[in-house]
DNA sequence: CTGAAAGCGCTTACAG
DNA sequence: CTGAAAGCGCTTACAG
């Protein structure tokens, strides 16, 4: 009765008439409560009148669970990058967790940030985007030892458990395309060498390649970064090699972008010249100029398989690196592709 | 002695041989405190040592400061949203704030998540980033009666304050432009009508048109949808008009993309025939088809100063909806835009 | 100058 | 079947 203005649980078992334990209990729908109906609606009305929510800091402290997921990201204006964070997002509200977004170059530059964000009471784990960056490796298992951590799309590395996509088989059903299409002279344009992505998908290349008794040469294989400046100069490059590739097959989709600019500029027609396929779909591909041939990877899957097995403590499932598959990897044929000249 | 396994601040006044009260305060700098200084160097150093990390939502209890700012956008993948997130992101981190990402149309399809977010405890304040959806005025609204929030990329709508860019100058920057190239048929290709921001845009067009006698006409306007799609139809629409216009003025860099596959099919070819010019600049305009003549904003500001207008508790500075207007729009001239033909 | 105590809002053994 | 009490890890008036 002295009460007045307190909040929270307090005011809602002030309103019924009850303790704060039996309001919480339930609340939180505890099994072994057995309160009488009626108690139990006037609580829930209680409740409902006074718009009770639980306050999370409190309920994060009492129970040492902070009701949050870490994500950190390279690029997020990268389209890639971002259907993986929806993926996590929307698993992650789903689930009643909420999303925290980091990222990582400011990470890796900001001891204090980095420190705060795996401290105690912060979240309850951690998605760490690859990237084959060198402080990659040393943050993301500085990490794991404190916390459940998973890299994304990356395979596992220092010890950290991973999830990652098809890439070889991305890869491969690529330039299966391009070799149905009467192709045997395909380039590979990749992203930064030594990246596991990157190996990954050249992997698949070499496999689809030697299973068609196709040639592999060494001035076909261009690697230099993840970006579509890095695109325009492989392709650059690829262009100027001897004897030229009537096909190129492009670890991804912004690397395309810069690779297709460089093939108009040279003059070299896509698909009558020259057929160009890359590794995963994106809003923009089928405006290009030509609209691009693409595998769509499950990008939203991944990021959402990855809050479930972080929720469910099942990260260890993924100690090796586990491939995410369903749904399988899809080749979307546009314009870019065509019959060998 | 008997401890043993406590943790936090326990475990550091323990192995410094002082109080936890005393620990906090040093730890925290507070400046009563006037403890020897060679006190003080041994807390540290116990901290250090113990790798001390106050806990997140211990803090946040005591405080009743939750420590994060919410976010909540609404499509990630566009790359404007992208760089207005990065700029709150860094920002964030900068004060040593955590940042926790929403999707809006998530939250207006999940009632519980919505009140999760927005529950004590959680976030001091919050973000929302406008789009014109119906749902959005309401839930910022409702936001806005629980905690300080900030319309972002917005006028200010619902008597939510605001923080939005000079669309205005922005527009008429290209608009001149284009007179400036002989260009006297502008035609304006926007985004979903009704909309606060091709509202403000399509009125910096109006406005500089008629700075130079120039004459708008109904059928050289056209608003559909934020969306490539939409650029692809609006383009379409405006290639039909009559008299046709020799240039477009595009409010949006994502609908350019596809206003541009537009007159590329229908063999209009741009800026030979037909100057385009858009508002926003992205990382793949340059390695278009042509690369886009764009006018760039400070959308990375943008970010950074909700964040920091929301920390500081100056969000009533924005009731009326602030400009940022600096760095002052720019003008990028690329190949998109060429003389009248 | 430093410490003991209260309390932020919750949950959950433990009593009754 | 329900309540009083302890305690999660912190900060900060209040004592001494």
Known sequence: MTAGRRTGLHAVAERAGVSVSLVSRILSGDDAVRARPETRERVRAAARELGYQPHGAARA???????????????M??????????????AATDRGQVLLLSDATQLAGNDDAFAQLLGPGRIDGLMWQ???EEYDDEL??????????????????????????????????????LVELGHRDVAYLGGRPGADLTERRRAGYAAELAAHDLAERPQWT????????????????????????????????????????????AGVRVPADLSVVAVHDAWFVAHGAPPLTTV????????????????????????DGLVIDDPAPELL???STAARP
Chains 1, 2 share one sequence.
């Open 333 to 335: 044929v546009r314009g």
């Open 61 to 75: 402290l009492r129970l040492a669970r902070a009701g949050a997921l870490g994500l950190v990201v390279h690029d």
């Open 222 to 265: 261009v690697e230099l970064e993840w970006d579509a400046p890095a695109g325009y100069a492989g392709m650059t490059r690829l262009l100027a090699a001897e004897p030229r590739p009537t096909a190129v097959f492009v670890a991804n989709v912004v690397v395309a972008v810069g690779a297709l600019a460089a093939a108009r500029e």
């Open 130 to 132: 690859g990237s084959g």
């Open 296 to 319: 769509r990877l499950p990008l939203h899957r991944l990021g959402d398989m990855a809050v479930s097995m972080l929720l469910d403590g099942d990260q260890a499932r993924a100690a």
């Open 140 to 177: 993301a298992a500085r990490a794991a030892g404190r916390l459940p951590t998973l890299l994304v799309n990356s395979r596992s590395r220092a010890g950290v458990p991973a999830l990652r996509l098809d890439d070889e088989r991305a890869a491969r059903l690529a330039v299966r395309h």
């Open 77 to 90: 204006s990268n389209p890639i990058h971002a259907e993986i964070i929806r993926g996590a997002q929307a």
